[in-house]
Structures are given as C-alpha cells and as structure tokens.
C-alpha cells in the first residue's frame, strides 16, 4: 500500500471515530472525507458506512440493538483502516 493511500485511510479512521463519540457529526464527515485518486474499496466501504450512519440516526434512536450494531460495523471498519497490513 503507498503511503498516500495509508494516510488517507488514517483520516477516515479518524474521523469515523470522531463521529462514534460526538466530536464531529456525519455530515461534516463527510465534506472532510478523503480523496483518495485511486479506488480503493475499502475506502469506499467506509464512505457508505458513514453514509449510511447518517442516515439511520433515527434508528439508532428508537431502536438499541440496531444501534450497537452499526456502532460495531463502524468499529470493525476503523480497524481495518487502521491495519497497516
């Protein structure tokens, strides 16, 4: 992996756990995302999950075990970003 497309997958980890704990909203997420100029799909995995977590705040309100686990699918996500490997 080159080290630009590292870095851009750092950001996204960073903002979708910004987002988890309340420190930035999905929305400003996104306008922040990175631009990869490949395609990289996990990066694309990512976007839609954030899209998708924005979407779905409703819910996540009236509905706890949706909740957790979109949380964990964001989780999961963030790790993979994160994996050097």
């Not at 997420?29 to 990869?36: Q, Y």
């Not at 490949?38 to 779905?56: S, T």
Request: aromatic residues 8%; without cysteine.
């Amino acid at each position: 992996m080159s080290k630009k497309l590292d870095s851009f997958r750092k950001d996204a980890a960073r903002l979708l756990k910004q987002v988890l704990i309340g420190e930035r909203s999905a929305s400003d997420a996104r306008t922040e995302w990175p631009k990869e100029e490949g395609k990289d799909r996990l990066l694309d995995k990512a976007f839609h999950e954030l899209y998708h977590y924005e979407a779905d705040r409703d819910i996540r309100d009236k509905d706890e075990i949706y909740a957790s686990w979109q949380k964990k699918q964001i989780k999961n996500i963030i790790l993979m970003l994160e994996d050097e490997d």
